[in-house]
């Protein structure tokens, strides 16, 4: 009996303790902003956010609760859903949650025409039954400070029937910092082919494809220029679509993207994936012109190409404005999946090449695949290894123009390479052997062990053998000098080739982009003229290595 007594009065004390931290909460903030910026003056009239806050917790039942908005004198509520709007105030009706409740809203503000400047009070009353909270906010009314420039003549000032803020312009396609994008003309947008996505990511090693990755990754940004004369702070939602340029008509393509989680799956595949829309939400900051950066997202399986109108709608409240610029949507067709192609039939013809490799080694002797290591061995240490640690510092100094500076290793030092050991063994396989060679001190260093750096080595040894036999390389007596520039112009080209379908394949594998100016540039310096020159040097070189062995 005593300890039912004691629980009871246990339980009894718990009560009284929760119920006397139950209470209410009530914030309120103006100009509010939602980058916490501290704003002490309204000047002009300029439409400003009121944000009211309350909180409510440990109230074991819901609760009714009145909102009363006292306003200074001048000032008035702009209409608003679930607000009830008089002169010198708002009014509304909330309900608060059992145990834990929040609710909030904006309530924008204008100050009238003839408003006076000074200080200014907003009285925020909240009540229930049994109870009540107030908030007071002052800040300052500056009349003067208009935010639409200089006063102006009548007829130039701002028609109040129009929106105190508008769309200046919408720019695509941008990158993610809004600079122009120049894989593509203005207003044409490359949107990338699903076909072979799961063919992509196993040859990348990424195993099986994460759709809802690709589907929230954005195919563009737009630059959304936005200008606010009346320095207004608000809240707006901002929706692109397509439309038909014939009929009109809102059509399937765009989406928003979402997130993963247990309730509706792939953010791509659930509720977000429907709309036929990219919807976002930005944030007027008070400044009179303010750029936007957003992404669009498509869905790649029921987007087609071809040409139409891009609608884009900023609204917010009673307040709405629509600008349409035209669009293009295609997908690149680019010489990827060809040059795979081509890269698989020389992986094919490199294994056919592999099994002659015991023939070749036999026919140099020891000695010979010794050179060969070693030739393989300086070609890794001085072309790869410095490639690949100063590669980043290069870029980063250079830019684009990186490829200048490592295309001296990556050209003239590794033809330097191969041609003076093709001409102190002029063997068919060798060649092969110093490219397998180079590729396991490679792979073994860093890790490059991939099927693309398979595809990769595999053109070179294809096309360099290639260009060899057919060019009589392994068959001709003497290798004059006439004789030699004419194989280095013709392995310069083959460097060329070489050097197309490797971008070809990293385009097509990761999804890069190359410019046609910085792929031509790349062919003609760093594949022909350096490649042509290395092999030139190399055959001089090669002919005093010679002279040193038969001494």
């Given at each position: 009996?005593?300890?039912l007594i004691t629980l009871l009065v246990f339980i009894f004390?718990?009560?009284?303790?929760?119920?006397?931290?139950?209470?209410?909460?009530?914030?309120?903030?103006?100009?509010?902003?939602?980058?916490k910026q501290l704003i002490r003056t309204v000047t002009g009239?300029?439409?400003?956010?009121?944000?009211?806050?309350?909180?409510?917790?440990?109230?074991?039942?819901?609760?009714?609760?009145?909102?009363?908005?006292?306003?200074?004198?001048?000032?008035?509520?702009?209409?608003?859903?679930?607000?009830?709007?008089?002169?010198?105030?708002?009014?509304?009706?909330?309900?608060?949650?059992?145990?834990?409740?929040?609710?909030?809203?904006?309530?924008?503000?204008?100050?009238?025409?003839?408003?006076?400047?000074?200080?200014?009070?907003?009285?925020?009353?909240?009540?229930?039954?049994?109870?009540?909270?107030?908030?007071?906010?002052?800040?300052?009314?500056?009349?003067?400070?208009?935010?639409?420039?200089?006063?102006?003549?009548?007829?130039?000032?701002?028609?109040?029937?129009?929106?105190?803020?508008?769309?200046?312009?919408?720019?695509?396609?941008?990158?993610?910092?809004?600079?122009?994008?120049?894989?593509?003309?203005?207003?044409?947008?490359?949107?990338?082919?699903?076909?072979?996505?799961?063919?992509?990511?196993?040859?990348?090693?990424?195993?099986?494809?994460?759709?809802?990755?690709?589907?929230?990754?954005?195919?563009?940004?737009?630059?959304?220029?936005?200008?606010?004369?009346?320095?207004?702070?608000?809240?707006?939602?901002?929706?692109?679509?397509?439309?038909?340029?014939?009929?009109?008509?809102?059509?399937?393509?765009?989406?928003?993207?979402?997130?993963?989680?247990?309730?509706?799956?792939?953010?791509?595949?659930?509720?977000?994936?429907?709309?036929?829309?990219?919807?976002?939400?930005?944030?007027?900051?008070?400044?009179?012109?303010?750029?936007?950066?957003?992404?669009?997202?498509?869905?790649?399986?029921?987007?087609?190409?071809?040409?139409?109108?891009?609608?884009?709608?900023?609204?917010?409240?009673?307040?709405?404005?629509?600008?349409?610029?035209?669009?293009?949507?295609?997908?690149?067709?680019?010489?990827?999946?060809?040059?795979?192609?081509?890269?698989?039939?020389?992986?094919?013809?490199?294994?056919?090449?592999?099994?002659?490799?015991?023939?070749?080694?036999?026919?140099?002797?020891?000695?010979?695949?010794?050179?060969?290591?070693?030739?393989?061995?300086?070609?890794?240490?001085?072309?790869?290894?410095?490639?690949?640690?100063?590669?980043?510092?290069?870029?980063?100094?250079?830019?684009?123009?990186?490829?200048?500076?490592?295309?001296?290793?990556?050209?003239?030092?590794?033809?330097?390479?191969?041609?003076?050991?093709?001409?102190?063994?002029?063997?068919?396989?060798?060649?092969?052997?110093?490219?397998?060679?180079?590729?396991?001190?490679?792979?073994?260093?860093?890790?490059?062990?991939?099927?693309?750096?398979?595809?990769?080595?595999?053109?070179?040894?294809?096309?360099?053998?290639?260009?060899?036999?057919?060019?009589?390389?392994?068959?001709?007596?003497?290798?004059?000098?006439?004789?030699?520039?004419?194989?280095?112009?013709?392995?310069?080209?083959?460097?060329?080739?070489?050097?197309?379908?490797?971008?070809?394949?990293?385009?097509?594998?990761?999804?890069?982009?190359?410019?046609?100016?910085?792929?031509?540039?790349?062919?003609?310096?760093?594949?022909?003229?350096?490649?042509?020159?290395?092999?030139?040097?190399?055959?001089?070189?090669?002919?005093?290595?010679?002279?040193?062995?038969?001494?």
């Amino acid at each position: 009996m005593k300890r039912l007594i004691t629980l009871l009065v246990f339980i009894f004390f718990l009560l009284q303790v929760t119920a006397g931290f139950a209470g209410r909460q009530l914030d309120a903030v103006y100009p509010y902003s939602l980058e916490k910026q501290l704003i002490r003056t309204v000047t002009g009239r300029s439409t400003l956010p009121l944000y009211v806050n309350l909180t409510s917790y440990d109230i074991p039942r819901m609760q009714q609760a009145e909102v009363s908005v006292k306003l200074p004198e001048g000032f008035s509520a702009l209409p608003k859903e679930g607000w009830q709007i008089y002169k010198g105030g708002a009014s509304a009706h909330w309900q608060t949650e059992a145990w834990y409740g929040q609710n909030f809203d904006l309530l924008y503000l204008q100050a009238d025409e003839g408003a006076v400047s000074g200080t200014k009070e907003i009285e925020i009353t909240v009540a229930g039954n049994g109870w009540e909270e107030r908030k007071n906010i002052n800040f300052t009314y500056d009349a003067a400070g208009e935010t639409i420039g200089q006063p102006q003549p009548e007829s130039r000032k701002p028609d109040k029937a129009k929106f105190n803020w508008y769309i200046q312009s919408v720019s695509l396609p941008v990158d993610v910092y809004g600079r122009r994008d120049d894989r593509a003309e203005n207003g044409v947008v490359y949107v990338r082919d699903t076909t072979f996505e799961s063919f992509r990511n196993r040859m990348k090693g990424d195993g099986a494809t994460n759709w809802s990755a690709v589907f929230n990754h954005p195919a563009t940004f737009l630059l959304l220029d936005m200008r606010n004369p009346q320095r207004d702070i608000r809240v707006l939602k901002f929706k692109a679509q397509l439309l038909d340029r014939v009929s009109g008509q809102v059509i399937e393509g765009l989406i928003t993207a979402g997130t993963t989680n247990h309730d509706t799956g792939e953010g791509w595949a659930g509720k977000t994936g429907e709309g036929a829309e990219t919807t976002a939400l930005i944030s007027l900051d008070g400044k009179k012109s303010q750029a936007f950066i957003l992404p669009l997202y498509v869905d790649y399986f029921t987007i087609l190409e071809g040409d139409y109108t891009l609608r884009v709608t900023v609204s917010g409240g009673d307040q709405q404005k629509i600008q349409e610029v035209p669009l293009t949507i295609a997908r690149k067709h680019s010489l990827g999946l060809f040059a795979v192609g081509f890269a698989f039939v020389c992986f094919l013809i490199t294994l056919l090449l592999l099994l002659r490799l015991k023939q070749c080694v036999f026919s140099i002797g020891a000695k010979g695949a010794i050179t060969v290591a070693l030739f393989a061995a300086i070609s890794f240490g001085g072309i790869a290894l410095p490639s690949t640690i100063l590669g980043d510092l290069v870029h980063a100094l250079l830019g684009p123009f990186s490829g200048l500076v490592t295309g001296l290793l990556s050209g003239i030092m590794q033809y330097l390479l191969i041609v003076s050991l093709l001409v102190l063994y002029r063997k068919p396989g060798v060649l092969t052997l110093l490219y397998v060679l180079k590729f396991m001190l490679s792979g073994i260093m860093f890790g490059h062990f991939s099927p693309i750096g398979v595809l990769s080595t595999s053109v070179y040894i294809v096309v360099t053998e290639f260009l060899l036999w057919v060019s009589g390389f392994y068959k001709k007596e003497n290798l004059d000098t006439k004789y030699m520039f004419f194989v280095a112009l013709v392995l310069g080209l083959g460097d060329a080739l070489i050097t197309f379908v490797n971008f070809e394949q990293m385009m097509f594998f990761y999804r890069l982009y190359y410019a046609d100016w910085f792929l031509a540039m790349y062919m003609l310096v760093n594949g022909l003229l350096y490649s042509s020159i290395g092999s030139w040097i190399g055959f001089k070189t090669g002919t005093k290595l010679r002279q040193v062995v038969s001494e």
